[in-house]
């Protein structure tokens, strides 16, 4: 979760209103109405007013900076969040910002605007820097879908193209530098190259923002130019620009930081995006824009959630003072997120807005009206029995993650184009070492056995735990079981000692089984068995492939068996 550090001299001028002298709050005032923002204060230093500040939202970027917070607060005492001039001015002459072609397959989508009349402070400016920072790692998924430039907007001339040229054909004094240096020289020299140039790989002609002059502004996503790009305490006139490869978050991040500027005291002034191509908003893109999100729901399914007859009136004002466009009619209403939002997914969004801007202490809690005693479930039965078991035969318990990385659950196990190699993927993933559901739980104990080579041997291994497997016939395209997977390790290990090992389980669960032989990419040919109980395969067992070790580091033999517990405590 999002962690922040504020001022609290600057929260307090952010929550007066126009003309309004900057009122002290407490800590206590503040603890309590951080619960509007699912915030959490974690520490504090008294003498520079210092505040840090933990959010317990992931979805809600515009909260991840103190003007968003004070934001919040402020619509909570006014009972509704205030006009944004910005958002209906229509200017006959736009500043202009032209899309070169091309840029479509390599990060197609900016945003922009001009911001004047606020005086840059020393805090204002750390506020800019951290929310650029916190929404360019997180929201932005490290810069890859999301990336922002400040700028002092005197140095630059409209119209400003965003451009595409080959890595030696642009250069500039990169923000941190004294050299001039080309797009090529950056990707290899400087931190920010190196640190995300992998976005960029494999792209012959790069993205470079200049202006009417010529003159170069950044180089998304890496670097700005120092000359226009270096922002500092006094400045009077500011440029944001996002650039990214989701139009939505490039808006909705442009939208919270002309939100942030306004509410500082600057005038927000849209910028034209022209493209040569389509977008979902068009080819003549005005932004800040507001993407209205809305949702209709009948009041009874706000009631309902909450436990609690309000009425539309009370659940109305409530949503106001969290910052929504509201509309009643009869027994539905219709909510329209503010502009700096978008995380309305799901009717319980709204419920549980409602009941933070109401105060969960405006809700009587009710007791349980009967008695019930709870107990395990058939499956954590079986699965404590037969971790029992395992213990009592010498193996000890693992617990790992149900997330690994494809090249461990599938390439490192031979499974390759196999029917085995099957997996449960994770979308929009933000690292490859958990983007995939195991499908089985031999690689988690292989993990444990190659950090495990310095501990005398032999090693007896295992896990019982849930695997994730793809299912077409399941709603969600996949069945959660729960297995059971046991590891031997040692010089000597051979078939017979997990054959033994799987016939004491089998008869203390009173099952009884069979072995026929298969072919499995993962162990040896010939000494792999399927497991059959009362006519269904349950499991596999057998000796491990070399290849396999190999690929693991594994330098002993090893023998290991999987058993479907699912299906066993099913009878």
Same mark, same amino acid.
Request: net charge negative; hydrophobic share 40%.
């Given at each position: 979760?999002?962690?922040?550090?504020?001022?609290k001299?600057?929260?307090?001028?952010?929550?007066?209103?126009?003309?309004?002298?900057?009122?002290?709050?407490?800590?206590?005032?503040?603890?309590?109405?951080?619960?509007?923002?699912?915030?959490?204060?974690?520490g504090?230093?008294?003498?520079?007013?210092?505040?840090?500040?933990? /959010?317990q939202?992931?979805?809600?970027?515009?909260?991840?900076c103190?003007?968003?917070?004070?934001?919040?607060f402020?619509?909570?005492?006014?009972?509704? /969040?205030?006009?944004?001039?910005?958002l209906?001015?229509?200017?006959?002459? @736009?500043?202009?910002?032209?899309?070169?072609?091309?840029?479509?397959?390599?990060?197609?989508?900016?945003?922009?605007?001009a911001?004047?009349?606020?005086?840059?402070?020393?805090?204002?400016?750390?506020?800019?820097?951290?929310?650029?920072?916190?929404?360019?790692?997180?929201?932005?998924?490290?810069?890859?879908?999301?990336?922002?430039?400040?700028?002092?907007?005197?140095?630059?001339?409209?119209?400003?193209?965003?451009?595409?040229?080959?890595?030696?054909?642009?250069?500039?004094?990169?923000?941190?530098?004294?050299?001039?240096?080309?797009?090529?020289?950056?990707?290899l020299?400087?931190?920010?190259?190196?640190e995300?140039?992998?976005?960029?790989?494999?792209?012959?002609?790069?993205?470079?923002?200049?202006?009417?002059?010529?003159?170069?502004?950044?180089?998304?996503?890496?670097?700005?130019?120092?000359?226009?790009?270096?922002?500092?305490?006094?400045?009077?006139?500011?440029?944001?620009?996002?650039?990214?490869?989701? /139009?939505?978050?490039?808006?909705?991040?442009l939208?919270?930081?002309?939100?942030?500027?306004?509410?500082?005291?600057?005038?927000?002034e849209?910028?034209?995006?022209?493209y @040569?191509?389509k977008?979902?908003l068009?080819?003549?893109?005005?932004?800040?824009?507001?993407?209205?999100?809305? !949702?209709?729901?009948?009041?009874?399914?706000?009631?309902?959630?909450?436990?609690?007859?309000?009425?539309?009136?009370?659940?109305?004002?409530?949503?106001?003072?969290?910052?929504?466009?509201?509309?009643?009619?009869?027994?539905?209403?219709?909510?329209?997120?503010p502009?700096?939002?978008?995380?309305?997914?799901?009717?319980?969004?709204?419920?549980?807005?409602?009941?933070?801007?109401?105060?969960?202490?405006?809700f009587?809690?009710?007791?349980?009206?009967?008695?019930?005693?709870?107990?395990?479930?058939?499956?954590?039965?079986?699965?404590?029995?037969?971790?029992?078991?395992?213990?009592?035969?010498?193996?000890?318990?693992?617990?790992?993650?149900?997330?690994?990385?494809? !090249?461990?659950?599938?390439?490192?196990?031979?499974?390759?184009?196999t029917?085995?190699?099957?997996?449960?993927?994770?979308?929009?993933?933000?690292?490859?070492?958990?983007?995939?559901?195991?499908?089985w739980?031999?690689?988690?104990?292989?993990?444990?056995?190659?950090?495990?080579?310095?501990?005398?041997?032999?090693?007896?291994?295992?896990?019982?735990?849930?695997?994730?497997?793809?299912?077409?016939?399941?709603?969600?395209?996949?069945?959660t079981?729960?297995v059971?997977?046991?590891?031997?390790?040692?010089?000597?290990?051979h078939?017979?000692?997990?054959?033994?090992?799987?016939?004491?389980?089998?008869?203390?669960?009173?099952?009884?089984?069979?072995?026929?032989?298969? !072919?499995?990419?993962?162990?040896?040919?010939?000494?792999?068995?399927?497991?059959i109980?009362?006519?269904?395969?349950?499991?596999?067992?057998?000796?491990?492939?070399?290849?396999?070790?190999?690929?693991? !580091?594994?330098?002993?033999?090893?023998?290991?068996?999987?058993?479907? /517990?699912?299906?066993?405590?099913?009878?």
């Amino acid at each position: 979760m999002p962690t922040i550090t504020i001022f609290k001299q600057d929260l307090e001028t952010l929550l007066a209103g126009p003309g309004e002298a900057p009122q002290p709050i407490t800590i206590e005032q503040l603890e309590e109405s951080l619960m509007l923002v699912k915030g959490e204060l974690k520490g504090q230093n008294p003498d520079t007013g210092e505040l840090r500040i933990e /959010l317990q939202d992931s979805n809600r970027p515009d909260l991840w900076c103190c003007e968003g917070i004070a934001r919040q607060f402020r619509a909570k005492r006014q009972g509704a /969040l205030s006009k944004y001039d910005f958002l209906t001015t229509k200017l006959k002459s @736009p500043k202009r910002l032209n899309v070169a072609p091309g840029l479509e397959k390599v990060r197609p989508y900016v945003a922009a605007c001009a911001a004047t009349g606020y005086l840059v402070t020393q805090e204002g400016l750390a506020q800019l820097v951290q929310t650029q920072e916190k929404l360019s790692e997180m929201f932005g998924r490290k810069r890859r879908t999301v990336s922002i430039g400040l700028y002092r907007l005197a140095a630059i001339e409209f119209p400003l193209t965003y451009d595409l040229v080959k890595p030696d054909e642009a250069s500039f004094t990169p923000l941190g530098m004294n050299t001039v240096m080309t797009l090529g020289e950056m990707l290899l020299v400087h931190p920010k190259g190196l640190e995300f140039g992998g976005i960029l790989a494999g792209q012959d002609r790069l993205p470079f923002l200049r202006d009417a002059k010529r003159q170069a502004l950044s180089f998304p996503p890496i670097i700005n130019s120092r000359e226009s790009g270096e922002v500092r305490v006094g400045d009077d006139a500011l440029f944001v620009e996002v650039t990214g490869t989701d /139009l939505s978050m490039v808006v909705l991040t442009l939208n919270i930081f002309a939100a942030n500027l306004a509410d500082r005291g600057a005038v927000i002034e849209p910028v034209e995006i022209r493209y @040569p191509y389509k977008t979902v908003l068009g080819t003549g893109v005005i932004t800040p824009q507001d993407l209205e999100k809305s !949702q209709k729901l009948p009041i009874s399914t706000i009631e309902q959630a909450l436990g609690q007859a309000l009425g539309a009136q009370k659940v109305a004002n409530a949503l106001r003072a969290y910052g929504y466009g509201v509309a009643t009619k009869g027994k539905h209403i219709t909510v329209t997120l503010p502009f700096y939002r978008q995380d309305l997914m799901h009717a319980m969004d709204v419920v549980e807005d409602v009941a933070i801007s109401r105060g969960y202490g405006d809700f009587l809690p009710v007791m349980p009206s009967q008695f019930t005693v709870g107990g395990l479930s058939r499956i954590e039965e079986v699965s404590d029995r037969v971790r029992t078991l395992m213990v009592g035969m010498g193996f000890q318990e693992i617990i790992s993650n149900i997330l690994g990385s494809p !090249q461990d659950l599938r390439d490192a196990m031979r499974l390759e184009g196999t029917e085995w190699g099957q997996l449960v993927e994770v979308d929009n993933v933000m690292s490859q070492n958990f983007s995939a559901l195991r499908q089985w739980m031999l690689p988690s104990l292989l993990r444990v056995e190659a950090a495990s080579n310095r501990a005398f041997y032999p090693h007896r291994l295992f896990e019982a735990g849930e695997v994730a497997r793809p299912d077409p016939t399941q709603s969600v395209g996949s069945r959660t079981v729960t297995v059971l997977g046991g590891m031997i390790a040692h010089a000597d290990t051979h078939f017979s000692e997990a054959h033994s090992c799987l016939d004491t389980l089998f008869y203390y669960v009173n099952q009884t089984y069979s072995l026929e032989p298969i !072919q499995h990419p993962s162990f040896l040919a010939g000494r792999v068995g399927s497991i059959i109980s009362e006519g269904k395969q349950v499991g596999v067992i057998g000796e491990l492939h070399p290849e396999v070790l190999e690929r693991w !580091q594994i330098s002993v033999p090893a023998v290991a068996f999987e058993i479907d /517990l699912t299906e066993l405590a099913g009878r």
